[in-house]
């Protein structure tokens, strides 16, 4: 009776990765994605979805992941990518270009993950157990620790590319459309970071 019981029950992890991106609806910019392992002994409480997180708190938060997660990176999807694949499949491809970093980061240490798990409804292609959580970015801690990383590189990267193109106000709106973006770009046109399948 008790092996039957156990058909029930949620299997163990010991290693989860986590996964999650950044950037989907922006007219401008790439899309970011993050993985992180985090131990057990991770403080979550300083853990959220990153949209629910002020500035103020994922500054604070991100050095912590970065300092005790056992492993942890960050990957992109150019604009180019976004615009012939697709959106969601730059994103997907995002993600597992930071889950094959964070795998060989483990494996360096002699560690093999047992799951990864990403936020959304849509699983990249991988060679690990994956599993989809809608709204993992608030559930679920490594997923809450990639969604960090992922919009703060996003964002250092938009304010670093308003330095390039200030006529934009990249480092105001970080790419998504806003009145403000939408004139510029009727004024100056797109430029060469902007998703020309977007409408704008």
Same mark, same amino acid.
């Given at each position: 009776? +008790?092996? @039957? ?6 299997? &163990?992890?010991? #290693?989860?990765?986590?996964?999650? +991106? ?16 985090? =131990?057990?002994?991770?403080?979550? +409480? !300083? ?13 604070? /938060?991100? =050095?912590?992941?970065?300092? $005790?997660?056992?492993?942890?990176? &960050? ?6 990518? #976004?615009? *012939?694949?697709?959106?969601? @499949? ?6 597992? %270009? ?16 047992? !799951? ?11 060679? #690990?157990?994956?599993?989809? !959580?809608?709204?993992?970015?608030? *559930? ?7 969604? !960090? ?11 670093? /590319?308003?330095? %390039?193109?200030? @006529? ?5 709106? $970080?790419?998504? =459309?806003?009145?403000?973006? $939408? /004139? ?12 020309? *399948?977007?409408?704008?």
């Amino acid at each position: 009776m +008790e092996s @039957q019981l156990s058909l029930f029950e949620e299997p &163990v992890y010991n #290693i989860v990765i986590g996964a999650d +991106e950044a950037g989907r609806g922006p007219l401008a910019g790439p899309v970011c994605a993050a993985a992180v392992v985090l =131990p057990a002994d991770f403080p979550i +409480e !300083i853990l959220a979805d990153s949209k629910a997180l002020s500035e103020k708190k994922r500054n604070l /938060a991100e =050095p912590i992941i970065k300092e $005790k997660a056992i492993a942890w990176a &960050v990957a992109w999807g150019t604009p180019a990518e #976004i615009d *012939t694949i697709n959106i969601l @499949q730059a994103s997907l491809l995002a993600m597992k %270009r930071a889950y094959l970093l964070v795998k060989q980061q483990l494996k360096s240490k002699g560690i093999e993950a047992d !799951i990864l798990l990403v936020d959304g409804n849509k699983r990249p292609d991988v060679d #690990i157990l994956c599993k989809a !959580i809608v709204k993992g970015d608030a *559930t679920e801690p490594a997923i809450m620790a990639a969604s !960090i990383l992922a919009k703060n590189a996003r964002d250092r990267f938009m304010v670093c /590319a308003s330095r %390039r193109w200030p @006529q934009y106000g990249f480092e105001k709106h $970080k790419g998504y =459309p806003c009145a403000s973006h $939408k /004139a510029a770009l009727r004024q100056f046109g797109p430029s060469p970071i902007h998703r020309l *399948t977007f409408k704008y």
